[in-house]
């Protein structure tokens, strides 16, 4: 803790009136209730979407700069010149679009994410934004979700690493650094379990799983030193995570030591009375602060109710200033108070830069997943024409992805155009949006390319599915077009896994694209026509039928489980128990082979190194994604029957052999035991160096 900052903020509490403390505590939403009054009377803490399109300031585009810089100005009017924060969702980008989160997982390259966040923070702090509500790092398992597209998937090692790399990203190593932005880890927590995949809606989760598998990435966020969390609309077993103290307090305060503040999502103070926790907006009030969320977002609510409280004893004066200090500690991290203001000349320096073009480009490659590629039909060689067909054959800024309100239509390279400049000279590109026209063309075409899905509206906040195959219509062309008998590639776009098994079946070759950003066309023609190979792997589990969701790769053995013989096994009548396809999966345009497991020890003291050789036995260089899971037999819980534990991406010619090695410590096995608390239970263990979760060459260790 920086005690100058700390003595500064006493300071400043010392001279700070009860309206202007708890003015701190209120962000708001330009068109909905900000004024030059409230800000010219120190009444405003932070600002939300003063910038960018959504302003309403009459700044749009290049101008956001000088809409915050305007509010600043009033703000700093006011007696104790208290710098206002302005907050956006600059989730996967800004200007430069990089593929939505879920992609971005899908490259297990944590470390590209901190480049692709790095750019996000300077881009969008030339607009005049300081804070970003992101890295949403929610584990999602299950894909009904409409954000399960915002985060990192189902595994609570990956989604930690990205997580940290993410804050990391946005917030550099000196956060008041012009080009840095606070970031926001959300939605604190488990909002990915929300039942049936709705948005703002229940979950129960068990004690040990929280803190096993959704509390991890917070962790790791708090650790990498995140300025900002924001609380979860999920009523979070029985107690809404917004008035929810144990966790908001006991565990991120009190476990992990978290030093900065909570903001509230949205209405969520003010939606404590629907939820029936809180009598009216006063009593929400209240349950919100004291349970540890700092600022209300646009609810209002602790504006009208808080000094009212406070007469009536109901709150200290204390309690307040320990919100207040919270808030301007991140200010004063942030450097607003000695630049409060922004330099209007950056934006067109720093915004769409060809670096960061580029770097969207390899970010788009690495994300996708080839999932099927039957007699090596990828890369398209040797095809005179080849038809691309489909509704994403003209897409623009439908490549954005969800959460994408600074990515400019006029950006991006329509997926045609772009083919069209990727595409060898000697390929004649033919295009159809419309599937008659498509089924027409198909006839002269020497190969199908379908570049179908979802639209982006179908994912993130408030758009959840109930049927997880292709939206209406698709896949009644893809079954036509199969049924033309042309060499065939299915391209998915989504925001979501989609169960789609006889889409897959029909096609030869299947590559999973999510949403892939500005440079996300020219990404899928380098890996259509071989420029690059396709090298992402799954970070969630991709269902066969939206029936056998919740279906994930780090489930319970049960008592029945289908590796036992025996008829009244766990699975369904009306479908085969495996997933379509399991996390971790994902293939390239090469092969490669595992073996000679080996362990340096048969029991764990300290540490054990586990490795093995790993061959490409095909005829193309490629990155093969080694996996490193475990599992612990027996516990005083019942215990995962996978774990990841590491990975690592190996690059190998043509029939070149290297050793992947993997080292794991004994604190890698810990786990929230049947006492709750958290450590290792000594033991037999399974581990496997794999390709995905669902395979592997097999090895034992005792602890
Ligand atoms: C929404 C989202 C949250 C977002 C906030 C501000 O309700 O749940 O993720 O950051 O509002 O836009």
Not at 104 to 128: H, Y
Not at 545 to 561: C, E, H, I, L
Not at 641 to 647: F, G, I, S, W
Request: net charge negative.
């Amino acid at each position: 803790m920086n005690q100058e900052n700390e003595a500064r903020i006493n300071h400043l509490l010392g001279q700070m009136t009860v309206d202007e403390k708890i003015g701190q505590l209120n962000q708001y939403f330009p068109r909905k209730s900000l004024n030059a009054g409230l800000l010219r009377q120190g009444l405003a803490g932070s600002v939300i979407n003063a910038s960018g399109a959504l302003s309403g300031q009459g700044y749009s585009g290049s101008g956001n700069a000088e809409g915050c810089n305007h509010l600043q100005q009033l703000a700093l009017e006011a007696r104790l010149k208290i710098p206002l924060i302005f907050g956006r969702d600059v989730i996967h980008g800004y200007r430069t679009v990089f593929p939505i989160p879920l992609g971005q997982a899908a490259a297990f390259n944590p470390e590209l994410a901190g480049q692709a966040a790095a750019v996000a923070a300077r881009e969008a702090s030339a607009d005049g934004i300081k804070w970003t509500f992101a890295p949403m790092i929610d584990i999602a398992r299950d894909p009904r979700w409409g954000r399960v597209a915002e985060g990192s998937g189902e595994d609570p090692f990956l989604g930690a690493q990205m997580a940290a790399a993410l804050v990391r990203g946005f917030q550099g190593e000196e956060l008041s650094a012009q080009d840095k932005l606070v970031a926001c880890a959300k939605h604190f927590v488990g909002y990915g379990a929300s039942e049936g995949g709705r948005d703002y809606d229940q979950g129960e989760i068990s004690e040990p799983t929280l803190r096993d598998v959704y509390l991890p990435p917070y962790q790791a966020a708090v650790q990498a030193g995140v300025g900002t969390l924001m609380a979860a609309f999920i009523d979070l077993n029985g107690i809404p995570a917004t008035a929810n103290r144990h966790l908001l307090t006991d565990v991120l305060r009190g476990e992990y030591g978290f030093d900065g503040f909570v903001v509230s999502d949205w209405d969520s103070v003010k939606e404590l009375v629907n939820h029936g926790i809180a009598e009216d907006e006063a009593h929400a009030s209240l349950l919100a602060l004291r349970a540890g969320v700092e600022m209300d977002m646009v609810s209002g609510v602790y504006l009208k109710t808080l000094a009212g409280s406070l007469r009536d004893g109901k709150i200290s004066l204390e309690e307040i200033d320990e919100a207040v200090r919270r808030i301007l500690r991140i200010k004063l991290r942030a450097g607003l108070f000695e630049r409060p203001f922004t330099d209007i000349t950056r934006a067109a320096r720093e915004q769409l830069t060809p670096e960061s073009r580029q770097l969207a480009r390899k970010f788009a490659r690495e994300s996708m997943v080839l999932l099927k590629n039957d007699s090596d039909l990828l890369p398209l060689s040797g095809f005179g024409t080849v038809l691309i067909a489909g509704n994403f054959v003209h897409a623009g800024a439908e490549l954005y992805g969800t959460w994408t309100a600074d990515g400019r239509p006029e950006d991006v390279t329509p997926l045609d155009e772009a083919l069209r400049q990727v595409a060898p000279p000697d390929v004649r590109l033919r295009f159809a949006e419309s599937p008659d026209l498509a089924l027409s063309f198909a006839q002269y075409a020497d190969a199908v390319v379908l570049v179908l899905g979802e639209h982006p509206l179908r994912s993130g906040e408030n758009a959840n599915v109930s049927d997880l195959g292709l939206p209406p219509g698709q896949a009644e062309l893809v079954a036509a077009m199969a049924a033309l008998g042309k060499p065939l590639v299915l391209v998915v776009f989504a925001g979501r896994p989609l169960a789609i098994p006889r889409q897959v079946a029909q096609a030869d070759a299947v590559l999973y694209a999510w949403h892939p950003g500005i440079e996300g066309a020219a990404a899928l023609g380098e890996i259509l026509f071989g420029l690059e190979a396709p090298s992402g792997r799954l970070p969630i589990t991709f269902p066969r039928a939206t029936g056998q969701v919740p279906v994930y790769y780090n489930q319970k053995n049960s008592g029945r489980p289908l590796s036992v013989d025996g008829e009244f096994r766990t699975r369904y009548v009306d479908l085969p128990t495996a997933p379509l396809f399991p996390f971790g999966y994902g293939l390239t345009y090469t092969r490669f082979r595992y073996d000679h497991l080996r362990l340096s020890a048969e029991t764990l003291r300290g540490q054990l190194e586990i490795s093995a050789d790993l061959t490409n036995t095909g005829t193309r260089p490629g990155r093969e994604l080694a996996q490193l899971y475990i599992r612990d037999l027996v516990g005083s819980l019942t215990r995962p029957v996978r774990e990841l534990k590491d990975y690592q991406y190996v690059t190998l010619d043509p029939g070149e052999t290297r050793r992947v090695r993997f080292k794991i410590n004994e604190e890698q096995l810990a786990f929230t035991r049947a006492d709750g608390t958290r450590g290792v239970e000594p033991g037999q263990f399974q581990v496997w160096i794999a390709p995905d979760s669902a395979s592997g060459l097999p090895g034992e260790f005792r602890l």
